[in-house]
């Protein structure tokens, strides 16, 4: 079942990887091209900007108004950042693959 939910959620190409609202697939990229930061995920509009403000304020820079965004804001999206990552490389593993083909294989009698 934990498996087929992944797949579920993987497969959600109109959602927003990080908070699951509908975000249209060029969303990312459209602002990504706008403030010259790759953008490796897909966001929603409030995402992206997140994401861009986050990686401003790893570089020095970010958005002073947003005072919230404070070092457990940054933390939170290092954890998240992490955490995909961690994804990732479990999704490419040789045991996640077999696990893959045992579930494509018809059930025994």
């Not at 999206?77 to 579930?103: G, N």
Request: net charge positive; proline share 6%.
């Amino acid at each position: 079942m934990a498996v087929q939910q992944f797949f579920r959620r993987a497969c959600c190409a109109g959602e927003c990887e990080k908070c699951g609202i509908p975000a249209a697939p060029e969303c990312s990229r459209d602002q990504a091209d706008s403030s010259r930061v790759r953008i490796p995920y897909r966001f929603c509009p409030h995402c992206t900007e997140e994401y861009t403000d986050y990686i401003a304020r790893l570089q020095g820079g970010g958005d002073p108004a947003c005072y919230w965004r404070n070092h457990t804001w940054l933390e939170m999206w290092r954890t998240w950042i992490d955490h995909r990552a961690a994804i990732d490389r479990h999704v490419r593993s040789k045991e996640f693959a077999r696990l893959v083909q045992e579930l494509k294989r018809p059930p025994a009698d």
